[in-house]
């Protein structure tokens, strides 16, 4: 009798799996094809992005190649490559660039170039802060033999804090453009930070100690 029985509620069983399929089993067939085509364009996506960066690093390795070696298709071949939308060389390639303008600066109108260029990416929020603050550093030191005081100190104050990153390059500068301006109160200040600050950079220290003797020791008559 149990067999039977048994033999019932398996039919029953059957008949209800049967209906479901014949009711849900399109959805199911496309919810698999779905995932499927998914994990395949997922994949796809992946390769095609390695396939790029790959393409861009080699770029940019050849672009600071003929950069390095002073080739004409230097800055040529950087620009194209910081036209790029996104990622990481396109940014490294922008830096590289606004380098090399103001390394081959002949005037001050080259020089402003160099400038601007540095600007764009200070300002730039796709960027990282830090790269942002970079930018921002290198063009106020641009700026220290030509703008006033007061630009320099707008530029790098900003910079100078007690965790930032770039605050000791920030301090030369402000100290350079002061001793220029004759404001020896403000470049002293500046220097003594630079050789207090237990995290400066021997080198940059050996350099405040040595425009700080100069400062102290006043013109020369």
Known sequence: MSDIF?????????DKANELWKKHGPKFIAAAVIFVAGVAGWQFWQAQQFKDRAAAGGAFEL????????????????TALSAGKSGTYPALARFRLASEMARTAKDEAARANAVSAFDAMAADLALPSEWR??????????????????????????????????????REGVALSAWKAKENTKALDALQAIILDAETP???????????????AGPIR
């Open 202 to 216: 021997q080198g940059l220290r050996q350099r405040a100690e040595l425009l700080l003797a100069v400062v102290r």
């Open 133 to 170: 603050d970079l930018a921002k550093l290198r063009a106020g030191l641009l700026l220290v033999d030509t703008a006033p005081l007061a630009e320099i100190e707008k530029r790098l104050q900003p910079l100078i804090n007690p965790t930032g990153i770039f605050r000791h390059s920030a």
């Open 6 to 14: 048994r033999e019932v509620d398996e039919e029953v069983r059957r």
């Open 63 to 78: 672009a600071i190649a003929e950069a390095n070696g002073d080739k004409p298709g230097a800055q040529a071949s950087l």
